[in-house]
């Protein structure tokens, strides 16, 4: 399978959607906070298809609220949530197969 430039293991396999992108992003950045702005500009997304289900992902603990900076809420991955920590495992793993890496236990910080 060749793969597009700078896309990830994680959406080569399941598709590239403006959900997925986003997921894909918060994964990619997961020990960084950012405003909807920059997540959405730096997921390749439109402001308006992060804001279609951005409050679901907060209402499910994927993301969660870090600080306020001047007029803007900053987020990141709720790394306390085991959904999230899921998606960053296998995010992982399907990487490491990609990549043809032997599959160990993947440990989070």
């Known amino acids: ?23 894909d992003f918060l994964i990619g950045n997961h ?34 609220k870090t600080r306020r900076v001047g007029k803007s809420d900053m987020y990141k991955l709720n790394m306390d949530n085991e959904t999230a920590k899921n998606f960053l495992k296998f995010a992982w793993f399907l990487t490491k197969q990609d990549l043809g890496i032997e599959n160990k236990e993947v440990i989070l910080a």
């Open 31 to 64: 020990f960084f906070d950012f405003n909807m702005t920059d997540m959405a500009k730096e997921a390749g997304i439109s402001y308006n298809s992060l804001k279609s289900f951005f409050k679901e992902f907060l209402d499910k603990g994927i993301i969660i």
């Open 1 to 23: 399978m060749k793969k597009e430039q700078n896309k990830s293991a994680f959406l080569e396999y399941f598709g590239d959607t403006p959900k997925l992108r986003f997921l």
